[in-house]
């Protein structure tokens, strides 16, 4: 039996109902206002579903964006347009407030000896651009050389304190209400050297002068690893759809030829090809949207809504992201085993105050303890996730919904 609570529904009747949102959303986003008028498959969905999906989707700005203009709108009974309207103000706000600090990262720029490279979604905050998409942080990179130096001058400048580097990139924890800044030197997720040549193809931002941002081609790249090897442990967000399928549109002919034929190379290639073709048809409005991530989708929603439930709740995040690593094959149960070792916390205070203290420790005896721990949580916990997952996908199917 998949658990629950008196005030929650079965598990896997709320993940169906996110998956119907799902649905609902890639229609709204890319087929236009006949889509969007059409919420019979969402009617009488809790506020409490809606608002756990636009917090794992992050698109409530980017649907709000699209109901407004087709003035569908009224067709959402009152709370789901409440909800809608009051998480996209959220998300407005977040991108608003990248905007201004890319002032102050312009000015860092200026003093530094290496180009400053907006990322990801903070290119399009930066820029004002509209729907607005949130962050819960800018990404920028640096030669590797400067990242010192530019570590140094935002922590100068008030942004917060510098935190232990990691594989590819080392973090600022915000100061006060600023926002976190991370400082990459590579876009690789296993850390690898950038391409020399990705420097010459760097544009201005626009707007912004002393900001750069990276090439089309080279942009789409990493939009599309990020999406699906650094969140590997969950499916593709439709913000980050409705982001890469903008950063397609941009592209060039021959830039797609290219970006084609390095996905062909790599071992994760096939969904990265899968991502890139059905975040183009979205931005392009396709008439018929069919979601490639419909079952990845269901078993991240099935382990969100076990996390929620006994005896689940007292599991870790981390812990979590291991076993849907495992259960999604991005990578293989080694390197997810390895990494689980090296980089994520337990969410045990006792141990992470001990790796605070003592990090020598904290790289031996404290990653065998984390490593066993997500393994005992894995091991339990898939079998309802799967479980979770199925009986989700059968509540789900409906007519002109494909499985």
């Known amino acids: 039996m998949t658990s629950s609570t008196p005030n929650k529904p079965a598990a896997h009747v709320e993940v169906a109902q996110l998956l119907r949102l799902r649905h609902w959303a890639i229609s709204v986003i890319g087929a236009g206002s006949e ?17 756990l ?12 964006h ?20 009051k998480t996209a103000a959220t998300e407005t706000q977040s991108a608003l407030h990248a905007r201004t600090e890319g002032r102050e990262l312009a000015a860092i720029a200026s003093r530094l000896d290496s180009p400053v490279v907006v990322l990801k979604g ?12 949130p962050l819960v942080d800018i990404d920028i990179l640096v030669r590797q050389g400067s990242v010192g130096d530019a570590i140094a001058e935002l922590r100068a400048a008030g942004l917060g304190e510098p935190l232990r580097a990691m594989q590819r990139h080392q973090a600022i924890s915000p100061a006060g209400d600023r926002l976190a800044v991370e400082v990459h030197w590579t876009t690789h997720y296993d850390g690898r050297a950038l391409d ?20 089309a081609q080279d942009s789409l790249l990493h939009l599309l690893h990020h999406a ?38 790599d071992a994760n290639g096939w969904e990265m090809a899968a991502l890139l073709n059905f975040s183009n048809d979205v931005a392009s409005g396709a008439p018929a949207l069919r979601d490639p991530f419909l079952r990845t989708s269901a078993t991240f929603y099935s382990g969100v809504a ?15 992201a291991f076993a849907l690593e495992i259960e999604l094959r991005r990578v293989s149960g080694w390197w997810a085993l390895r990494n689980a070792a090296r980089w994520r916390g337990t969410g045990i205070k006792s141990l992470t105050t001990v790796a605070d203290r003592f990090p020598r420790v904290g790289a031996g005896v404290l990653g065998i303890a984390r490593a066993g721990y997500y393994s005992a949580v894995a091991a339990s916990m898939l ?11 059968h509540a789900f199917v409906e007519p002109g919904v494909p499985r």
């Open 35 to 51: 889509s969007a008028r059409d919420t019979r498959s969402v009617a009488n969905i809790p506020a409490s579903v809606w608002r």
């Open 383 to 393: 079998p309802l996730i799967r479980a979770t997952k199925e009986k989700a996908l």
């Open 306 to 320: 076990l996390l929620s439930r006994p005896p689940w709740q007292f599991a870790s995040k981390g812990a979590l």
């Open 196 to 215: 020399p040549g990705l420097w010459e193809r760097l544009v201005p931002l626009r707007g912004v002068p002393g900001l750069m941002r990276l090439g």
């Open 66 to 85: 699209s109901l407004a203009s087709s003035g569908a709108i009224a067709e959402l009974d009152a709370s789901a347009v409440e909800t809608l309207r």
């Open 122 to 133: 903070g290119v399009r905050a930066i820029e004002g651009d509209a729907p607005a998409l």
């Open 228 to 265: 699906t090897m650094i969140h590997r442990q969950r499916s593709v967000s439709l913000r980050d759809v409705y982001l890469i399928g903008l950063s397609a549109v941009e592209c060039r002919g021959e830039d797609l030829d290219a970006v084609h034929h390095e996905l062909v190379e």
């Open 53 to 64: 999906f636009f917090e794992l989707e992050r698109c409530a700005s980017i649907v709000l």
